[in-house]
């Protein structure tokens, strides 16, 4: 069985012992209690959940009549139109047909006619997406607005400018090809030595052709690269020249 233990035995545990009382502090109190509590007491409204305490109790002789809720006309109202219903007043008679028509009274339907303003006509539109998009037509840039302009058809300044610095540079070339020729140092290709030149210059160019044609395809040596390159070189200034005489009908070669 197990051992019950016992408190260590001691004589001091026989004198009895003062019971020391521990004195809790204080409960937290806000200072901002009474205030809250007035703020709450202020917004509570009375009565609002449960409705009022007495209620008046529908008088049995006050049931809901026929028509009673549909609106009624005003007093003044009702009294213009019995009085518009009941007017005695007679119209004047028809005038008859030997007496003249007063003139200078303006009728109501002139007055209309003179007030009435011209309607405005619809701006015309462009419709530009199958989706219905459109946009005004003068913004569209499909009116050509431009042959109003005032200076519609004459040559814009640039233009001018640049032909001005044209035809300077012509006169110059010109005056210095003059001055050239009559110090001997130029001569006039005629036209059938241009040919001639060009001509020469075709032949050559079809036998260096016929020369390229003719090389083998594998380029395996220096030698045949080199070759190579060379009629490439030859044939290329030959084109060049070509064009260049093709290009200018006037041209000037020195006399010696």
Avoid at 137 to 164: A, D, F, H, M, T
Avoid at 167 to 181: G, H, I, L, M, R
Avoid at 232 to 250: G, H, P, S, W
């Amino acid at each position: 069985m197990s051992e019950v233990v016992h408190p260590q035995e001691s004589v001091y545990n026989l004198i009895p012992k003062e019971k020391v009382e521990i004195q809790k502090p204080p409960r937290y109190v806000s200072k901002f209690r009474p205030m809250v509590a007035l703020e709450k007491e202020l917004a509570k409204d009375a009565m609002r959940t449960m409705g009022p305490a007495k209620v008046e109790v529908p008088s049995p002789d006050k049931y809901l009549k026929k028509h009673s809720k549909e609106a009624k006309l005003s007093e003044k109202t009702q009294s213009f139109k019995e009085a518009h219903h009941t007017c005695d007043a007679k119209k004047p008679p028809v005038p008859l047909r030997t007496e003249m028509p007063l003139m200078g009274i303006h009728t109501k339907r002139d007055f209309i006619k003179t007030a009435t303003v011209v309607p405005m006509k619809p701006q015309p539109t462009c419709v530009d997406t199958n989706k219905g998009h459109k946009q005004q037509l003068i913004n569209s840039g499909l009116v050509p607005k431009y042959i109003k302009k005032k200076n519609y058809g004459e040559v814009p300044e640039y233009l001018q400018q640049r032909n001005e610095e044209e035809q300077k540079a012509q006169e110059a070339y010109d005056n210095y090809v003059k001055d050239q020729k009559e110090k001997g140092a130029m001569k006039h290709l005629s036209d059938e030595e241009r040919q001639a030149i060009l001509k020469g210059l075709k032949k050559n160019w079809d036998e260096l052709h016929h020369e390229y044609q003719s090389l083998s395809l594998v380029t395996d040596t220096l030698s045949k690269k080199a070759h190579k390159e060379c009629l490439e070189v030859a044939m290329k200034q030959l084109e060049n020249d070509i064009n260049l005489i093709e290009r200018f009908k006037t041209i000037y070669i020195p006399s010696n």
